[in-house]
Every structure is written in structure tokens, then in C-alpha cells.
């Protein structure tokens, strides 16, 4: 995922603190070699990005076959319990080959959304059933495919998933996502290998599908590769209940008492928190990982993001179940979330929510070298147009702005990943009929 030697000119870029006009990017083995402002005019051999450059933008939590949920779960009323039903029955369709073709796609549709990286919480690992495939990860490996063909970078946050609830085993929907045991699941992760664009991470399902003193194998395993560890934690309050009822604590409480908490893991939703919770969080550098635009359809509440960057927790944004898939409305959605909670406005700066979808995505998922517009910094880069319908009229200086409060996935004019463009004047490079692939794939799971 790289390129020769080459020249970016940006008519606006975002440096981390404010809007630069004219900055040249030098790239080389995909990686920026240097950063020159002020260049009003593009050098000679220059490839030109008009409009705002970002660095890309990190969808730190993905689950990719949910995309084939889209429109299909909107019939009706219910809760995050009856919309999982629907989720289930489409995982139970799933086959390394249709999984390919609609994470190819799906992927496709994140670089035309400026998403340059994505963290895959990935728990599908065998066949219906539970019978492990010839290639125990047959599943995952179609995943890194899949990014591979897409042009995006994917950590693969393999997920333990073991039981259906406290001290239950797993159901039928279940077993084809269950390794029997952590030990297991752990054994089959070491054969998956990092490649140039594929880093191997590793996530708890939840505290209801890992048993507690199986916690502590899965936070191991990450801690013995230094990989990221993910985990979706009090997304719903019935789970804090049976966490409760079962260990006589919180979720949070269970993962301090058996060290999963720490700088390389991160908490996905973080929602139903109690104030101790926010503190361990917080305390243990523990990352947070909200996802608003699925927290919001799955009715699911508001997390109290504000609060925990204040203990010490780094936020990132995550598109989840695919709602819609465009970083720019999460962390839009963030803010606008807590100004609704709070009734008062402004929580976060552009620049701190630009922060989110970007660098501290990208750490979050173990690519401490992007997400930002520096030397040594990967070549990935994303550029919003300044002179659409909704971007139009302010002025250039307000770029960031602009971005987090006005444009969409719609805007994203250029996605460069490695110094390669992806996405060229909104048209994808490598998959160039993206809506037609995710038509074909969406239609072969509900055949």
C-alpha cells in the first residue's frame, strides 16, 4: 500500500490547531517527507487536492456484515434486543466468500467516506453450527482481503465471544462466533499474521460473553503483542444488571478487577456509567470509543463522553452497525448529543472532534504513525470539497468547522492512502462501482 515518490498540493490543510492555505506534502514509500506551508502555488508535477485536507479518518469500531442491516431493520418498533434477532439470522448467512464481497464493498463505501483506516470488531469465525473451517480463520483472512481491495488499512480486533450470558452457554445463533474457550480462541489468533495493511488486534465481546476468569487470557494475549484491546462495555443497562447479579459489581469494576483497563484498550459505548466507573476509566488511560449514530438508532442513550475525556480517556468515533457510515456526522453527533444532554453548547472544539475521527483513532488502533499531517506520518490523507451545497460560503479559515458541523460523507472529494489515491473527485479507483457491488452483495445475504 504504497507509492513512488510524489507531490501533494493541498489548497487547505488542517495541521492539528488551524487551517493552512497552501501547504506541499512531499511523500515517498508512502510515508510524508516533508511539510511546506505556504506555497500559494502548486510546484511543477504537483498533484492537486482542492478543497480541505485532513489526515484520514479512523473508523475505530466496525462490524462489517451489519451494513446488510441498513433500511431492513427501520420496519417497526422494539429495542437493541429484537434488532440483534435480525442481526443474528443475517450472521447465520454468512460464508467466507459472500462475507468478502460485502466487506469488499462496505470498505469501498468508507473510502469514499474519507476513512482511511478501520478497527473491524470481528466475531463471525466459523461455520453455522460452530464446525471451525479448513483455515480456522477463513472468515477473518476475507476481511483483510477485503480492505486490501478496498485501498483502507483494517485492524482485525478478533473478538472473543464464548457464552451467552453469565454462566450461559452459547446459544444457536451463537456458536458459529465461540471457540469453546479463551485458550482456544487465543491459539487460533496466533496463526493470523500483520501485513502492510492489516494490523491483528483483540476484543471481548462484552462481559456477558466472556466468562471472568477468562478475562484475563484475552488481555494477556494483547498485552503480550502490545496490540490493541477492545471491548464493548455497559452498552446496555440490562447487561449492568446481570453483571451485578452475577459478580456483585459493574461491568467496569470486572474488567479493572481482572486487568483488561489500560492505555491499549478501549471501551466501545461506554454508556451506562456509574461516576466510580467514569474514574477507572479514566484513571487507567482506558480509551472510549463512542459510536452516536448507532448508539442513537439502537436507542441505546447518550454516553457521558465529555465526562470521561475529562477523567483521562481518549475518545475515538466508530460507525458500528453502519446506520450510516460517515465519521464527520459521529463526531458531529458527539457534540450535538451533549449539547441535548446538557442543554449547552460547545463541549468540544472542531479541532479536539477533528482529533477524535483522526489521530486519536488511529491510536486507538494501534497506527500511532497516522492521523496526522506531519513528516513520518503515513501518506493518508482526506479531502473535503469547500464549495458544495452544504460547505459553501464561510470562509476558508473556518475549514474545521465546516467539516464537523456542515459537510457529510457526500463532500469527501479525495481519500489518499499510503500516497495512492483511493478516491479520485469522488469516484473510487479500485472499486469503481461501489453502490453496485454493495447492491449485489446486500441481495446475495437475503437470497
Not at 322 to 344: F, P, S
Request: aromatic share 4%.
Amino acid at each position: 500500500m504504497t507509492a513512488t515518490q510524489r507531490t501533494y498540493w493541498l489548497e487547505h490543510a488542517w495541521l492539528g490547531t488551524g487551517v493552512e492555505p497552501g501547504v506541499t506534502l512531499d511523500v515517498a514509500d508512502g510515508r510524508i517527507t516533508a511539510v511546506r506551508p505556504r506555497t500559494p502555488a502548486p510546484p511543477p508535477g504537483a498533484e492537486i487536492l482542492r478543497g480541505l485536507t485532513l489526515p484520514g479518518l479512523a473508523n475505530a469500531h466496525s462490524h462489517a456484515f451489519h451494513r446488510a442491516l441498513r433500511s431492513a431493520v427501520q420496519v417497526g418498533s422494539g429495542t437493541f434486543w429484537t434488532w440483534r434477532d435480525t442481526m443474528y439470522a443475517t450472521a447465520g448467512r454468512l460464508t467466507p466468500d459472500t462475507y468478502h464481497a460485502l466487506a469488499r464493498a462496505v470498505y469501498a463505501e468508507m473510502a469514499l467516506a474519507g476513512i482511511t483506516t478501520v478497527g473491524e470488531f470481528h466475531y463471525v469465525h466459523h461455520a453455522p453450527g460452530g464446525t471451525p473451517y479448513a483455515d480456522p480463520n477463513a472468515m477473518g483472512e476475507a476481511l483483510l482481503a477485503a480492505a486490501a481491495e478496498a485501498g483502507i488499512r483494517i485492524t482485525l480486533l478478533d473478538t472473543a465471544y464464548l457464552s451467552s450470558g453469565f454462566g450461559r452457554p452459547p446459544t444457536t445463533h451463537q456458536l458459529r462466533f465461540s471457540d469453546g474457550d479463551a485458550e482456544t480462541w487465543a491459539a487460533r489468533c496466533a496463526l493470523l499474521k500483520e501485513r502492510d495493511h492489516a494490523r491483528i488486534g483483540a476484543a471481548i465481546h462484552s462481559v456477558r460473553a466472556v466468562p471472568a476468569e477468562q478475562l484475563a487470557t484475552v488481555a494477556r494475549w494483547a498485552e503480550e503483542r502490545r496490540a490493541p484491546l477492545h471491548v464493548h462495555l455497559s452498552e446496555q443497562t440490562a447487561e449492568n444488571d446481570a453483571c451485578q447479579e452475577a459478580h456483585g459489581c459493574t461491568p467496569t469494576q470486572l474488567l479493572a478487577l481482572h486487568g483488561v483497563l489500560g492505555p491499549r484498550t478501549t471501551g466501545v459505548h461506554n454508556t451506562h456509567l456509574t461516576a466510580e466507573d467514569i474514574a477507572l476509566i479514566g484513571g487507567s488511560g482506558t480509551g472510549t470509543c463512542m459510536c452516536p449514530t448507532t448508539e442513537r438508532d439502537l436507542a441505546d442513550g447518550i454516553g457521558p463522553a465529555a465526562a470521561l475525556q475529562n477523567e483521562g480517556s481518549p475518545l475515538s468515533l466508530g460507525s458500528d452497525s453502519h446506520a450510516v457510515i460517515d465519521l464527520l456526522e459521529e463526531a458531529r453527533a458527539m457534540e450535538l448529543n451533549e449539547r441535548l444532554r446538557t442543554r449547552t453548547r460547545g463541549h468540544w472544539t472542531a479541532a479536539a472532534l477533528l482529533r477524535a475521527a483522526t489521530a486519536d483513532g488511529h491510536a486507538a488502533l494501534g497506527w500511532d504513525d497516522a492521523g496526522t499531517i506531519e513528516a513520518g506520518a503515513l501518506a493518508d490523507l482526506t479531502t473535503i470539497a469547500l464549495d458544495s451545497v452544504r460547505t459553501a460560503g464561510p470562509p476558508p479559515r473556518l475549514g474545521a468547522e465546516t467539516a464537523v458541523f456542515a459537510a457529510t460523507a457526500a463532500d469527501v472529494r479525495h481519500t489518499v492512502v499510503g500516497g495512492r489515491h483511493v478516491v479520485r473527485d469522488g469516484a473510487h479507483t479500485l472499486v469503481p462501482d461501489a453502490p453496485g457491488a454493495l447492491a449485489r452483495a446486500v441481495r446475495a445475504l437475503h437470497a
